[in-house]
Nanobody, 127 residues
């Protein structure tokens, strides 16, 4: 399994921006598609965004489409989530996840497809 460490969370006012990072180690990063998920207090974990190994294919939840951008740098073994126009309902713990899918040009919206998970980073958006 690959080890994942998220960073970049924090407290931001509504309308603000944050960039989350997820650094991977232990395996060949480009063999994995990557995803971001989030879980708010009292709610189920939900899909946010995902990206294929090459970065050419991305998927977004409807709730974040047009505001969030997922990207990756395989040379740095890092995946990013740029979050703009943040809303209070974006408040959650954000997790990155890795799905071993070497040279497969797709990513998944389903949490159970992912093999490895980070510990999460808190994002709080104040109104």
């Amino acid at each position: 399994q690959v080890q994942l460490v998220e960073s970049g969370g924090g407290l931001v006012q509504a309308g603000g921006s944050l960039r989350l990072s997820c650094a991977a180690s232990g395996r060949t990063f480009s063999d994995y598609s990557m995803g971001w998920f989030r879980q708010a207090p009292g709610k189920e974990r939900e899909f946010v965004a995902s990206i294929s190994w090459s970065g050419r294919n991305t998927l977004y939840a409807d709730s974040v489409k047009g505001r969030f951008t997922i990207s990756r740098d395989n040379a740095k073994s890092t995946v990013y989530l740029r979050m703009n126009s943040l809303k209070p309902e974006d408040t959650a713990v954000y997790y990155c996840a890795a799905d071993w899918s070497p040279k497969i040009e797709r990513s998944s919206t389903r949490g159970y497809d992912y093999d490895s998970w980070g510990q999460g980073t808190q994002v709080t958006v104040s109104s």
